[in-house]
């Protein structure tokens, strides 16, 4: 699969995503840190009902060679996590954005949603990381 | 000087010549003169071989070793007869000088080797995930420890007085980088007490510690002390005596989550202590937090069977701050030669050889008790250690044994106060009938000339 | 025979079969439920093998020829100090006296077993410069957590309550492994352009909330850190303890001594520059050396010299009376085997044999420097930091990967092909595709042309069709495992 950054989601420069519907965000992580991480092995979700912060991490995501904290794009309460990447943590390389996400959370600020990235800001930041 | 390196000054002169340099001084231009060392390092100058190996045989001749005396000593560490296999096997050069499987394509010989060892000690933990190995037993107890704070989050850990006095110890400081502290549950008739270790327990212990058997010999009551030890909560951690599995049941059984322990038995020497190895066994849901190497089985790209190091994620090299240990060289040759034992002795041999020592202790209680002014410390059921009171100073007695060329066990006073001249006296299938009975004899003479104060002449 | 189906002791059990002879059972027997609880007692035998005595030899000789070794070939682990062990040390190693001696012998019967251990102390602390060395600590890890519970203990005994400990980001993971361990917080010092400590970055984190600074010079990267002095005083000046990891000491033993470029603690691997065999992945020692100020909270026991009265002969004590001691890190009194061995090896080389293995191991390192800074190694390997090493030096493969496609792991696995433990890849995490080459003193010159020519084959090969690289090894027992599906699913042990 080639890199790519869908248009309809906005993004971290921890290189996590969001989707936001109805006051509620579905999180994942991009193309760009799937590929950095390289297969994924383990996946160690928060609790429903847990809360998340912006900016923090709220979960690790390990290949055979590494281990990467998953920042939290926005702040909310956890309403929903994917068991399917549980099970299946390959998931997240093969689909990033949609089998792949990792939790749903119901937003506390929705507002914060001005500080993320858009698709093309987030491209144009790995561009100057090269 | 003996030297084993080879470069001659022709190779020196050809080095630097590529190198660029005009002398080796000028590769330590560097070093600011203030650190240089402007004087030899005074140390005596290097030896012959030959010479070295008269300086170490003279200073082994002066150690009392288990073939210099009839040896009792036991505590942790035991004179069991290691095979010539183990030795022949162990000092090849493909196992005695590689290091850590880094490259597994060319270290099959070592992963495999440690997928044996961590079957065997599931075999004998009755636990189903066991890591390659830690140093030795008490920093075994000390780092189920780690994973006790790790997984429940709690500040502490409550110890049975049957626990090793040096794992306890350890313990006690390991306590101070985890931030937990640690409370001692007491022992009643030699054994833990059931009414402390209920009282004792609560919402803040992460994990209870228990020995099996314990230190004082005595077969711990698992099955009464293990709902208990868990009632609120906590981690059950077993420290085990592998050699005694062979009859006892494991501690997996009664639902420990950890057993942990000291592998000097199997097969590797007594060495003054060490190096030995320190086994680590646990239920599955703690496999992510176990420290140590672990080797798992897997194929390769033309579909071969082969072994790699696993959950690698867990250690320092990549978790670095959260891995779940900072350990990095352990004990891999100790826990091959522990393998080999455990084939040697194998499925029979292991069970024949608790059966052995179970038979010959309680021979050796019996003799014991019999003696005047020796008492059993306690009337449990024992595999290969007991430990009886004396009513005579334990150290004189101790030094009239060795006269007679027997080493009668290790003193308890300093460890439990409350038996200022208690002995623990050690069996293993070296001790036979008939130095059991002469350690007999030894020790009557031994109670009685210190009772009546006799001040004859001993050597010490 | 390499390339056997690899079979565990365990499948080939067969029912009946045995090595072992267990004694004859010469007591009064009584029966086992008379003696333990029938409860307590285990319904089966434990399901260990059952073989003979030549299966078991031919079992373990084979699987061990699917091992590359030391003692076969060229072994340039970075930071490992993979450097020849001497055989006479096995011999002495194996002598009763040392070897059958119980841990707990009185200590007038291990006189020889204590005087070794003293005199070990009293090499280690004339080496590394500091005079009070406990050699407990099993293994360079095991020495770091001592250093910091010594630390912890020290600021405590002084009213003092810290919580950070500082390491370069280029330390390695034992070190912020321990840090967690000890209860403090790892904070990263940044490295400059030399490859030594950012002492800017350093002046700005070194508060009085720091309790120690970890440090290794050389550094991992292989270079000496020029103002260590500097630092030392920058990090004394807060009353932290500076804590030097011994893992790099091969590059300079009768040189410079830790103790004298201002360590209040050192840990030495035994099993690095004193020559103690690797095991597969140990046994090893870290004893530990400690300035003055530190020495109360030593770990307990210490081996004591006691002088004699009247003329008599000192003698040697375990001195448990150690009031402020952080108290024990394990049972006993540490690895006495491996004592055995480093200090046969320290009275085998003596002083200026020791200092003579370090000078030898630099200009080593800095001749095969030299070969790889020429041809393609030269242009696809750069140095990282561009200056002379000590006994070891990093490169990068960035441009091998940019430019051939080749990564690190692929000149690796390609190495084995010809006959070469690669060297250390993927650390220091500071350089990119790095690759850490340490070949000690004990090589000869010939073997470190071969390797430098094995390494331009690779990279010739490799501008050729890289994807030769990118599938190796071939001729080795197994080939490239998949360690993805090993994590993923982990069978830690043979299913019975």
């Not at chain 1, 996946?43 to 912060?53: I, K, L, S």
Request: with cysteine; proline share 6%; aromatic share 6%.
């Amino acid at each position: 699969m080639a890199d790519n950054y869908p248009d309809d989601l906005l993004y971290h420069p921890e290189h996590d995503w969001v989707r936001i519907e109805d006051g509620e965000g579905t999180f994942g992580i991009t193309w760009y840190a799937q590929d950095a991480l390289g297969e994924v092995v383990f996946y160690d979700p928060p609790e429903v009902g847990a809360g998340v912060t912006k900016d923090q991490s709220y979960a690790e995501v390990e290949s055979v060679k590494a281990v990467s904290d998953v920042i939290a794009p926005l702040s909310g309460e956890v309403t929903a996590v994917n068991e399917a990447v549980s099970e299946t943590p390959e998931l997240v390389n093969e689909d990033p954005y949609t089998a792949g996400w990792l939790v749903k959370v119901k937003l506390s600020d929705p507002g914060e949603a001005e500080q993320l990235l858009s698709a093309q800001a987030y491209e144009d930041l790995l561009s100057a990381e090269d | 000087m003996t030297r084993y390196t080879s470069a001659t000054d022709a190779d020196r002169e050809q080095m630097l010549a590529a190198i660029g340099a005009s002398s080796v001084d000028e590769l330590f231009s560097d070093i600011p003169a203030g650190v240089r060392l402007d004087r030899p390092l005074e140390l005596p100058a290097g030896m012959t071989e030959q010479a070295v190996y008269e300086r170490l045989a003279e200073l082994a001749s002066r150690n009392t070793g288990a073939e210099d005396e009839i040896t009792f000593l036991g505590a942790g560490m035991y004179d069991h007869y290691v095979p010539a296999i183990v030795d022949s096997i162990t000092q090849r050069s493909e196992f005695l000088t590689p290091y850590t499987p880094y490259q597994p394509e060319i270290s099959q010989g070592t992963l495999q080797a440690m997928f044996e060892f961590q079957t065997s000690i599931s075999e004998l933990t009755g636990l189903p995930v066991a890591s390659a190995g830690l140093y030795e037993g008490p920093s075994s107890v000390a780092a189920a420890a780690y994973l006790a704070r790790g997984a429940t989050g709690r500040p502490k850990f409550l110890v049975s007085r049957g626990l090793h006095p040096h794992s306890r110890e350890a313990l006690e400081t390991y306590s101070a980088g985890y931030g937990t502290s640690v409370e001692d549950i007491a022992l009643a008739g030699g054994a833990t007490d059931l009414a402390a270790l209920e009282a004792a327990v609560d919402d803040d212990t992460a994990a209870v510690f228990l020995q099996q058997p314990n230190f004082l010999g005595s077969v711990e009551d698992l099955a009464a002390l293990a709902p208990v030890a868990k009632s609120t909560g906590a981690l059950l951690v077993v420290a085990v005596d592998a050699l005694t599995l062979g009859v006892l049941r494991p501690p997996g059984d009664f639902g420990a989550d950890v057993a942990v322990g000291e592998g000097q038995p199997l097969g590797n020497r007594l060495d003054y202590g060490g190096p030995s190895v320190g086994f680590f066994a646990a239920r599955e849901e703690h496999i992510r937090r176990m420290p140590g190497r672990i080797a798992g089985e897997t194929t390769d790209v033309d579909g071969r069977r082969g072994f790699v190091l696993t959950l690698q994620t867990r250690e320092q090299h990549i978790r670095r701050e959260k891995a779940t240990s900072n350990i990095c060289t352990s004990q891999q040759l100790n826990a091959l030669a522990a393998t080999i034992y455990l084939s040697w002795l194998g499925r029979p041999g292991i069970v024949e050889l608790g059966e052995l020592m179970t038979q010959r202790t309680a021979y050796a209680r019996e003799r014991l008790a019999a003696i005047d002014g020796v008492e059993p410390l306690h009337s449990r059921p024992a595999v290969r250690e007991f430990a009886v009171s004396l009513d005579a100073p334990v150290d004189g007695v101790l030094r009239r044994c060795a006269a007679d060329g027997i080493n009668a066990g290790y003193p308890l006073g300093h460890d439990y106060p409350e038996w200022p001249n208690g002995l623990l006296i050690a069996i293993t299938e070296r001790r036979t009938r008939a130095h059991i009975d002469l350690l007999a004899d030894a020790l009557e003479r031994a109670v009685a000339a210190e009772r009546a104060g006799t001040t004859e002449a001993v050597n010490a | 025979m390499q390339r056997d189906r690899a079979v565990t002791i365990f499948e080939k059990s067969v029912s009946g079969r045995r090595a072992a002879v267990v004694p004859e059972i010469d007591v009064p027997v009584k029966p086992l439920e008379q003696l333990i609880p029938r409860d307590m007692l285990r319904a089966e035998g434990p399901r260990l093998p059952e073989v003979s005595e030549p299966e078991i030899v031919r079992h373990y000789n084979r699987i061990s020829r699917r091992n590359f070794d030391l003692d076969t070939g060229f072994y340039p682990l970075g930071s490992c100090t993979m450097k020849h062990n001497p055989k006479v040390n096995e011999r002495v190693a194996a002598l009763p006296g040392h070897a059958r001696l119980h841990p707990l012998t009185p200590p007038q019967r291990a006189q020889g077993a204590l005087e070794l251990m003293w005199l070990l102390q009293a090499s280690l602390a004339e080496i590394c410069g500091l005079p009070h060395v406990s050699l407990q600590p099993s293994a360079g890890a095991h020495g770091e957590l001592a250093g910091l519970l010594l630390t912890r203990a020290y600021h405590e005994d002084r009213g003092e309550a810290r919580h950070k400990v500082l390491t370069p980001d280029t330390a390695h993971g034992t070190n912020p492994a321990t840090v967690t361990m000890a209860g403090y917080e790892a904070v990263k010092v940044a490295t400059d352009e030399r490859g030594g400590i950012d002492v800017d970055d350093l002046r700005t984190k070194a508060d009085d909330d720091v309790a120690c600074l970890m440090l290794t010079n050389p550094n991992t990267l292989g270079l000496f850190d020029e103002r260590i002095v500097e630092i030392a005083e920058i990090v004394h000046g807060t009353g932290a303890t500076l804590y030097y990891d011994g893992a790099n000491l091969n590059a300079v033993m009768g040189i410079s001594r830790p103790g004298d470029m201002g360590f209040d603690i050192v840990h030495v691997n035994l099993h690095k520059s004193f020559s103690q065999p690797h095991g597969g992945g140990g046994p090893g020692a870290g004893p530990i050396a400690v300035s003055e100020r530190i020495e109360p909270f030593l770990p307990r026991p210490q081996v004591v010299k006691v002088e004699g009265s009247n003329g008599t002969e000192p003698h040697f004590e375990l001195d448990f009376d150690r009031p402020k001691s952080i108290g024990r890190l394990r049972g006993f009194q540490g690895n006495f085997g491996v004592f055995v061995r480093s200090y046969a090896y320290i009275l085998s080389l003596g002083g200026d044999g020791l200092r003579e293995a370090s000078e030898t191991a630099v200009l080593n390192a800095n001749y095969l420097l030299a070969l790889m800074r020429k041809g393609r190694a030269g242009k696809y390997l750069p140095i990282a930091f561009d200056r002379t090493c000590k006994h070891e030096f990093v490169l990068s493969g960035q441009r091998a990967k940019r430019e051939l496609g080749v990564k690190t792991l692929d000149i690796a696995k390609r190495l084995l092909d010809h006959g070469f433990h690669p060297p250390t890849v993927y650390f220091p995490l500071l350089v990119d595709e790095a690759l850490m080459v340490e070949p000690t003193e004990t090589e000869a010159k010939e073997t470190l042309d071969a390797f430098a020519a094995a390494i331009d084959d690779i990279l010739a090969e490799a501008e050729r069709d890289p994807d030769v690289a990118q599938n190796a090894p071939y001729t080795t027992p197994v080939r490239r495992l998949d360690e993805v599906g090993a994590t993923r699913k982990p069978v830690v042990r043979q299913p019975l």
